[in-house]
């Protein structure tokens, strides 16, 4: 039972233009979600974090949209840049007696192209 | 540095063989974590720990054992009984769980474990 989700196994986008990542999720207990980077044989680094009471946050090139309703959110990088190429994790946050448990999704490769 | 190592980068052991990966923090977080990641699939939890002397199973502690005896280290031990050992295994650390905001979990850099 799969309670993230990332559909798209890979993006290819052209340098300059949008990525938009998505997710979808099936949890409605979950307070936090988050996006993970991460580049082969390395450790996830984390990117940015939306409150489940929030509905966008921005963080320079880096934007987080959450729709509740559709629990979904997405993960947009404007303008994309050759090293934005990695994987990225979503996940979903929930505390659980007093333990804080991320699940993830699959990942999503993005490659930006020259 | 403030960091979490681990160590080694790549192992390989024989089917049948127990063995512990090594993990280590020093950002002073009181919860450490150990996830499994798998070609193709997400990370998943194996265990996690809040404070020394105790831990809770994740969602795949199966064939895993781990021990908290310092709140800088928490190995992880592959044992036999584990069906599906080959993969790559991530440490990470946090802050304890707030109520109003999210914690980040660092992560070190992890190893990759390959049975032969």
């Known amino acids: 039972d799969q309670q993230v989700k990332q559909n798209s196994p890979s993006l290819s986008v052209q340098e300059g233009r949008i990525s938009i990542l998505n997710c979808d999720y099936t949890?409605?207990?979950?307070?936090?979600f988050l996006w993970y980077k991460k580049y082969p044989a390395e450790g996830p680094t984390f990117l940015i974090s939306?409150?489940?009471?929030?509905d966008k946050n921005e963080d320079g090139r880096f934007t987080v949209f959450l729709n509740k309703s559709a629990k979904h959110l997405s993960l947009h990088i404007v303008p994309s840049q050759p090293g934005d190429s990695a994987v990225y994790f979503c996940?979903?946050?929930?505390?659980?007696?007093?333990?804080?448990?991320?699940?993830f999704g699959q990942g999503t490769r993005l490659t930006i192209n020259p | 540095d403030g960091g979490i190592t681990q160590s080694p980068k790549y192992l390989f052991r024989k089917e049948g063989q127990n063995v512990t990966l090594s993990c280590e923090q020093n950002?002073?977080?009181?919860?450490m974590y150990w996830y499994r990641q798998d070609p193709g699939q997400g990370l998943r939890l194996i265990y996690y720990?809040?404070?020394?002397?105790?831990?809770q199973k994740g969602d795949i502690a199966e064939g895993y054992s781990v021990s908290r005896e310092k709140k800088e280290s928490f190995p992880l031990t592959v044992t036999s009984a584990q069906k599906n050992p080959t993969a790559f295994y991530l440490c990470?650390?946090?802050?304890?769980?707030?109520?109003?905001?999210?914690?980040?979990?660092?992560f070190g850099p992890g190893t990759r474990l390959t049975v032969l």
């Open positions: 990470a650390s946090s802050i304890l769980a707030g109520r109003s905001s999210y914690n980040e979990q660092f």
């Open positions: 949890n409605s207990m979950f307070d936090y």
């Open positions: 939306i409150s489940s009471i929030k």
């Open positions: 996940a979903a946050s929930e505390v659980i007696q007093g333990a804080q448990k991320l699940v």
């Open positions: 950002l002073n977080h009181d919860a």
């Open positions: 720990s809040q404070i020394v002397n105790d831990f």
